[in-house]
């Protein structure tokens, strides 16, 4: 018996790239709220970087993720997390992961 | 000027948000905050014995009450134990605070005694958590958590609390003000209008109500909005009794377990109107084939939720009492005698037929029975399995918050601590828990809470020996290769009742059953049902799992 009622996930290879920059409460636990939403939907996120900004009270992230049909769906859940402030998206022309190419070659 | 210790902080927060019953099991590192509450005049603890039973218990509380409940567990086993009962709560949107002790902050992370990263653990299960880091955080921790349990969509809040947390002294001027629920999104008035002209333009329009509906306190609204636009009425599991079933509109459960005619007419809805509902997998059956001629309205307070599973013509974010609000003068007074009539005909040419009914000693017949003799105030829960399935296709429900049951996680010992969460909620109250004899072993230890608070929880055990819903399954889709299913031992639950000093009363061999179940269920106090059921009964229609809801056999 087969128990598939929605359609199978495909490969995100082949979709466009996008940046995703986030607002976020600074605290120890932010980043495993965010990376567990990723996780276990396995939407791999090909690039990820956090620094704190301002005060210290509030970071901002900054994720590099495939354009795959459950973007939309991901960035609510993102919404939804007490601790995310905003949510933006950017196309993958974006230059914070542009310019850190050189740290990966 | 105030100074006390965090755990005191704790306490007289919870106090101040009006917590005034909580379930919880005490160990070493939530002592400090157990010695405060001992010294509470306004909340009575309930010792569970188990940490899963005081998460049900809370659940219970909540599911009656609406409100934000509480459980306390200590940390490691203690928390982990909790586990369960608040990924129950996250499934079926039910608001909980569950407060964990922790090892001293200094100790985090060394593999401390009884050192559980329940932070971690309860991540995705929560809607959010704490791991709290000092004193001064407790005031803005604990009025915080409340405010995330209980707005917008409800659901659990973890509060783990570092034992030297517990004890530090704070000093501070002034107690932060009770949460209250944040603000609502507003009405996107737009989207209003447009579901509003869809709805008046539809011909076959169906309405499907969620939990959602029970959580917002919207059911009269809903009801009222079904009666003004003339629309069939189907509800899922969790919204059970938000219209009664034996309104003219209501055309029972959708899903798995329906009535044929119910997903028939489904089957053929020009319009599907979604109100706080999900589209579950085991509501619609395979999405690509529910309500295929329809388009779709989804009204949900959870934007995640809008667009999920299914695309909808018109998504509108909101309470779902105000948008039906918003709605109602905006829809045309409608009679639809053409498709009323036509759905009058879907349920005659499939008629409900429940073998039995006449005798208390069957499953549906017990339903029946346990229904006749009582009036709607009383609460029902259930466990999980074919005896859960029975009582929502054959229990009359006829009002919110009468029916509480696993739904989204469906976690076998659900039910009786649940009973006992709603008695405590509301000690007015008969309570009845349907069981059956595999869930009933899950938390069988809270009938000594249960005898300990002689709470009028009344117990019906449908004991077919055996995990029945898992041997339907086998015998239906696993060519009746039964495995693992079928009970060998068979323990005597009336002399197990009776050892925890809960009365009992046999059915099998009653001289007249029917005048036996009323009087139990009548007598005050706790009391185990006990009924024998017929290993070879299933619970159908049933929609192979992963088939479209119009496949469905049996019945
Ligand atoms: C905690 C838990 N474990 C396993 C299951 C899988 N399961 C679903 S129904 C069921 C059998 C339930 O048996 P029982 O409580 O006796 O009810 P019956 O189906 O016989 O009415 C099982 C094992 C579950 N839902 N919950």
């Known amino acids: ?105 | 000027m105030y100074q006390m210790t965090g755990a005191q902080l704790i306490v007289r927060l919870l106090e101040r948000q009006g917590v005034k019953t909580a379930a919880g099991i005490p160990g070493g590192a939530i002592l400090p905050l157990y010695d405060a509450l001992s010294g509470s005049e306004i909340i009575h603890h309930v010792l569970a014995r188990h940490e899963q039973g005081a998460g049900f218990m809370a659940q219970g509380m909540a599911r009656v009450s609406g409100r934000p409940e509480v459980c306390f567990a200590s940390s490691g086993p203690g928390a982990t134990n909790l586990v369960t009962a608040i990924a129950d709560a996250r499934l079926d949107s039910i608001p909980l605070v569950a407060i964990t002790g922790q090892v001293p902050l200094s100790m985090i992370g060394t593999d401390a005694f009884q050192e559980v990263d329940i932070y971690g653990m309860t991540v995705p299960i929560t809607k959010h958590n704490f791991l709290v880091r000092s004193v001064d955080e407790l005031l803005e921790v604990i009025p915080a958590a409340f405010r995330i349990a209980m707005s917008g969509r409800p659901g659990p809040v973890l509060v783990d609390v570092p034992k030297d947390v517990q004890n530090q002294t704070i000093r501070f001027a002034e107690f932060p003000p009770v949460a209250t629920p944040e603000p609502l999104p507003a009405l996107d008035m737009a989207a209003v209008e447009e579901a509003a002209r869809m709805i008046n333009a539809a011909e076959q329009p169906v309405l499907y109500l969620g939990g959602g509906v029970i959580h917002a306190g919207a059911a009269q609204a809903a009801v009222a909005f079904a009666e003004q636009a003339g629309m069939p009425t189907t509800m899922t599991l969790m919204a059970l009794g938000a219209m009664p079933v034996d309104h003219p509109l209501s055309i029972g459960m959708l899903g798995m377990h329906a009535a044929r005619y119910t997903n028939f007419v489904l089957e053929e809805a020009d319009l599907l109107v979604c109100v706080g509902a999900r589209f579950d997998d085991r509501a619609i059956g395979k999405a690509a084939q529910f309500c295929p001629k329809a388009k779709i309205v989804h009204i949900d307070v959870d934007p995640s939720e809008l667009h999920k599973i299914k695309q909808a013509h018109v998504a509108i974010n909101g309470d779902v009492g105000e948008v039906l609000e918003a709605l109602l003068p905006r829809v045309k007074a409608a009679l639809r005698k053409r498709w009323l009539s036509h759905v009058e005909s879907l349920r005659a040419r499939f008629p409900v037929e429940w073998a039995g009914q006449d005798d208390p000693r069957t499953h549906y017949g017990l339903v029946q029975a346990v229904a006749a003799a009582l009036d709607d105030e009383a609460v029902i829960t259930t466990d999980v399995g074919q005896h859960q399935m029975w009582v929502a296709q054959a229990y009359p429900f006829r009002r919110p918050r009468q029916w509480l049951t696993s739904g989204g996680l469906g976690t076998m010992g659900f039910g009786m601590p649940a009973a006992i969460g709603a008695a405590l909620a509301d000690r007015s109250r008969t309570v009845v828990c349907f069981s059956g004899d595999g869930s009933f072993k899950m938390n069988i230890q809270e009938l000594a809470t249960l005898a300990e608070e002689g709470l009028n929880v009344k117990i019906v055990l449908m004991n077919n020996n055996s995990l029945g819903l898992v041997y339907q399954q086998q015998n239906l889709f696993y060519g009746k290769r039964v495995f693992a299913s079928k009970y060998r031992g068979a323990p005597d639950f009336l002399k197990i009742a009776e050892g925890f000093g809960v009365a009992g009363v046999d059915l099998d061999t009653a001289a007249n059953p029917r005048a036996a179940l009323t009087q139990a269920l009548h007598a005050p106090g706790p009391c185990l049902i006990h009924v024998s059921i017929d290993r070879e009964e299933f619970v159908y229609p049933m929609v192979p799992p992963g088939a479209a809801n119009t496949e469905m056999i049996g019945g």
């Open chain 1, 1 to 105: 018996m087969i128990e598939q009622v929605a359609e199978p996930l495909q490969t995100q290879t082949g979709y466009a790239k996008v940046v995703l920059e986030i607002d976020v409460n600074n605290h120890p636990g932010v980043m495993s709220h965010i990376c567990n939403l990723f996780a276990r939907r396995a939407f791999n996120m090909e690039g990820i970087l956090c620094m704190p900004v301002s005060d210290g009270r509030r970071s901002r992230i900054w994720l590099l993720v495939f354009e795959d049909q459950r973007l939309e769906q991901m960035i609510r859940q993102l919404e939804k997390l007490q601790d995310v402030l905003a949510v933006r998206r950017h196309g993958a022309e974006h230059e914070v992961f542009e310019r850190l190419e050189d740290f990966f070659h």
